[in-house]
């Protein structure tokens, strides 16, 4: 008997082809009822046996190059991979921070405020434009910056009115 799937010769009382694992039984005597007579089947295992009682036993899978067909379940394992930052910092950023990170501690009239307000808006805009890295610490150095500054405004305005009470 040929497999009317694939075409392959299979045994004459095969249920699945070997290969394919196309069932060899037409459509219509797979759905449940009564069966068709079929001229001249092969004798069962009853008949060839009469003394000996006949067992049903379940149709078994198809059977894949001598092995039963098993289902394989997969596990991925995705990994993320990041590439380093290859561009380079900016000096004017790095320089603007540490100015106004030492502003904070050491702020004399300000004018270190200042210094790191102009050396991290250079460096925040070189960056932009350069395609640099630095841009937090520019802005950081400006927020330092800026604490420096008011810090140092208010100093002067304590020492300027406290000299003005002072010679009154």
């Not at 497999?3 to 070997?18: E, K, L, T």
């Not at 009822?33 to 079929?38: H, L, M, S, T, V």
């Not at 009682?53 to 190059?65: A, D, G």
């Not at 950023?93 to 702020?107: P, Q, R």
């Amino acid at each position: 008997m040929f497999c009317p799937n694939c075409g392959h010769q299979i045994p004459d009382d095969a249920v699945f082809c070997p290969d394919c694992g196309q069932s060899t039984q037409p459509a219509a005597s797979q759905q449940p009822g009564p069966e068709p007579a079929q001229p001249e089947a092969a004798p069962s295992a009853a008949q060839a046996n009469p003394g000996q009682p006949e067992t049903s036993q379940p149709q078994q899978p198809p059977v894949y190059n001598a092995e039963p067909m098993q289902s394989q379940s997969y596990q991925y394992q995705y990994s993320m991979q990041y590439a380093p930052d290859t561009r380079r910092m900016n000096g004017l950023c790095v320089a603007g921070f540490v100015v106004g990170l030492v502003s904070i501690f050491f702020y004399i009239m300000g004018i270190m405020g200042v210094v790191a307000l102009v050396l991290s808006g250079l460096g925040l805009s070189s960056s932009a434009r350069n395609n640099q890295r630095g841009r937090g610490l520019a802005i950081a150095g400006l927020v330092l910056g800026i604490v420096s500054t008011v810090l140092g405004v208010v100093f002067i305005c304590t020492c300027a009115s406290s000299c003005f009470l002072a010679a009154l």
